[in-house]
């Protein structure tokens, strides 16, 4: 099992909002990082740390943290969010990276 | 733009090693760590290990009996080998590219590489 833990799936209606959690124990020392990943795709960083968003990355997609939970945010969700998303950081020895087992997301 | 490009073998046996190569092209080698992550058919990704510009590595405590990563900062390219494969090693394969400063924040990925171990 892993050291971070997401809801393994998630709906949302088109154009509201969803939030998907990542919880673990490092994280109330670690940043995290959120991926997106459609079928056949690579993982696509969406957003990482406590503000940021990488270029080309809609601004619909935010992030936070409170405690050992990591969130993704999705305000005003489009049928092309529907991908599994994925959140990663350090394990709680702070050694080595894990990454949660993935939330997959469709969008009603 | 940095780019990624990865190849290596797709069809292995059982006790084969698995070798595979990650191309930087696009940007320095330097300041950075390099990863491999894998992601078995329909399941999540597992962190393999990485290493980084002077080749000091870090290996996932799962594997790191049989995975070696190393690097050629003369072709800007580095690779990873995993030895004593199993049906359980059938994945496929990405390489990614991480800052010093968080070593967590993957961006960009290789394309990816499905390897299959099969008798």
């Known amino acids: 099992s892993s050291e971070l833990t997401q809801d393994p799936a998630v709906s949302v209606a088109l154009g509201q909002t969803v939030r998907i959690t990542c919880q673990g124990d490092?994280?109330?020392?670690?940043?995290a990082g959120w991926y997106q990943q459609k079928p056949g795709q690579a993982p696509l960083l969406v957003f990482f740390?406590?503000?940021n968003r990488p270029a080309g990355i809609p601004d619909r997609f935010s992030g936070s943290g409170s405690g050992n939970t990591a969130s993704l945010t999705i305000t005003g969700a489009q049928a092309a969010d529907e991908a599994d998303y994925f959140c990663n950081s350090w394990d709680s020895s702070g050694n080595h990276l894990v990454f949660g087992g993935g939330t997959k997301l469709t969008v009603l | 733009q940095v780019q990624l490009q990865q190849w290596g073998a797709g069809l292995l046996k059982p006790s084969e090693t698995l070798s595979l190569t990650c191309a930087v092209y696009?940007?320095?080698?330097?300041?950075?760590?390099w990863s491999w992550i894998r992601q078995p058919p329909g399941k999540g990704l597992e962190w393999i290990g990485e290493i980084n510009q002077i080749g000091s590595t870090n290996y996932n405590t799962s594997l790191e009996s049989r995975v070696t990563i190393s690097l050629d900062t003369s072709k800007n390219q580095f690779s990873l080998n995993l030895n004593s494969l199993s049906a359980a090693d059938t994945a496929v394969y990405y390489c990614?590219?991480?800052?010093?400063?968080?070593?967590?924040?993957?961006?960009?990925w290789g394309q990816g590489t499905l390897v299959t171990v099969s008798s």
């Open positions: 696009g940007g320095s080698f330097s300041g950075y760590y």
């Open positions: 740390g406590k503000y």
């Open positions: 490092s994280l109330r020392n670690y940043f």
């Open positions: 990614a590219r991480a800052s010093v400063a968080a070593r967590w924040r993957f961006d960009p």
